[in-house]
C-alpha cells in the first residue's frame, strides 16, 4: 500500500468542514446505532436534505472554519465518532492527499517557508 501524503493528527480539521458529508443509509444506521436511539430521532436529529442529497451531516459553529461537523470534538480537533464515522469520511480523501495538504504546500513554497503554517499535533492534547 502507498505511503499516505498526509497526517490527519496534525489536521485542525479541513475536511470536517466541508458543507456537505454525505451520510448514505448504513451510514445513518451506524450513527443511529453509536447512539442508541431510533433511526427516526437519528434522523431528525443529526442531519438534513440539502443540496439535492438525501442526507447530509448538520453542521455547528467553529471558530476557525465558521461551521464543522456537529460530531467534529473542537477542543481536541479531531472526529468525535470516529468509529461510527459516515462512509464518506471513511475513504477520504481517497486516491491522493486532502485539500489541506495542498493548501500547506501552497503557502509553504509561496513563503520558502517549510514551517509556515503550524501543523500542531492536536492528538496528543
Known amino acids: 500500500m502507498p505511503r499516505k501524503k498526509y497526517d490527519c493528527s496534525k489536521c485542525p480539521g479541513y475536511c470536517c468542514s466541508y458543507p456537505v458529508i454525505e451520510v448514505k443509509d448504513r451510514d445513518a444506521e451506524r450513527i443511529a446505532k453509536y447512539f442508541g436511539v ?6 431528525k436529529k443529526y442531519f438534513k436534505s440539502a443540496h439535492g442529497y438525501k442526507r447530509i451531516l448538520r453542521r455547528k459553529t467553529d ?4 461551521k ?8 481536541l480537533r479531531r472526529c ?9 469520511c471513511r475513504v477520504f480523501p ?10 500547506l504546500t501552497f503557502e509553504r513554497s509561496g513563503q520558502e ?9 492536536h492528538s496528543s492534547n
Do not use: M, N, W
Open 38 to 43: 431510533e433511526l427516526k430521532v437519528a434522523e
Open 63 to 66: 471558530e476557525h472554519f465558521g
Open 68 to 75: 464543522i461537523c456537529q460530531f467534529f470534538d473542537s477542543e
Open 80 to 88: 468525535g465518532i470516529y468509529e461510527a464515522r459516515p462512509s464518506t
Open 94 to 103: 481517497g486516491e491522493g492527499h486532502c485539500g489541506y495538504y495542498d493548501f
Open 113 to 121: 517557508d517549510e514551517t509556515f503554517i503550524s501543523t500542531t499535533d
